[in-house]
């Protein structure tokens, strides 16, 4: 059973920086493209950013250029850095396969941006 783990989230003002971890039991980890997704409140979920696992990156437009993604197989971890933090940044921050699966959703973790 694949379990994933974030954490990483907190109170930044807007300009601040966040370094998102995503840490995973599943042994396919190495396999499979991994992803960030967020939900911000009243919002669906909405994806964030890819990683193959060779290491090609995807983002979505609202966050190229200021999100980074990364991935370290042998430790079955993925993050995310978040750079130039704006107020609508603010969102619970998840980790998932791409496609995502939905019996793999974790708890994520908090993101706030508010001055």
């Known amino acids: 059973q694949v379990q994933f783990v974030e954490s990483g989230g907190g109170s930044v003002q807007p300009g601040g920086s966040l370094r998102l971890s995503c840490a995973t039991s599943?042994?396919?980890?190495?396999?499979?493209?991994m992803a960030w997704y967020r939900q911000a409140p009243g919002k669906q979920r909405e994806w964030v950013a890819l990683?193959?696992?060779?290491?090609?990156?995807n983002y979505a437009n609202s966050v190229k250029g200021r999100f980074t993604v990364s991935r370290d197989n042998a430790k079955n971890t993925a993050n995310l850095q978040l750079n130039s933090l704006k107020p609508e940044d603010t969102a619970v921050y998840y980790c998932n396969f791409s496609p995502a699966q939905s019996d793999y959703w974790g708890q994520g973790t908090q993101v706030t941006v508010s001055s």
């Open positions: 599943g042994r396919i980890f190495d396999s499979r493209a």
């Open positions: 990683i193959t696992p060779r290491g090609d990156t």
